[in-house]
């Protein structure tokens, strides 16, 4: 139950709270995981699996995709360059920048790391019923878009 009484706060029952302690057990979880088996951090994982996903992105609209900063975005992009996972392209609608896409290498690992990623997501998910799985992804959305328009109406 949300935290709603009169000026009164429980962490516990505070959502952005709950979301942010549920968020990062999750990802704590799973980037031991990925980082054991294949050397590769939490960060460079979303990357990985956006880059396989969408094809060649900048670096600006990896951070819109991941909700990572910019810092977080360059270090991630900069170890898969080093291990030779991603590569840089030309940017043709803007010179200043370039765009990233996964090399056969960087295919190769995302095609190992995602039965891991869907063993855990099944895991997490094995005691919630189909259609509540199917309700809380519906919620979760509405969440983020809704913490999405506040943040745009924030930035006028």
């Known amino acids: 139950m949300p935290s709603s009484g009169a000026g009164k706060l429980r962490l ?41 996903d ?7 609209m990896l951070c819109g995709r991941t909700i990572m900063d910019k810092v977080t975005v360059m270090r991630a992009a900069q170890a898969l360059l080093r291990r030779r996972l991603v590569k840089r392209l030309p940017n043709v609608e803007d010179g200043r920048s370039h765009r990233l896409m996964l090399t056969t290498a960087g295919r190769r690992l995302y095609d190992r790391i995602v039965p891991l990623a869907l063993a855990y997501e099944a895991q997490l998910l094995g005691g919630i019923g189909r259609r509540e799985v199917v309700r809380l992804e519906r919620l979760l959305r509405r969440v983020e878009q809704a913490a999405a328009a506040e943040s745009a109406l924030n930035h006028l």
């Open 12 to 52: 516990q029952d505070y959502l952005p709270y709950r979301l942010s302690v549920a968020s990062n057990a999750v990802s704590r979880l799973i980037a031991r995981a990925y980082e054991h088996q294949f050397g590769i951090k939490n960060p460079q994982w979303r990357l990985l699996a956006v880059l396989a």
């Open 54 to 60: 969408e094809g060649a992105l900048t670096q600006q």
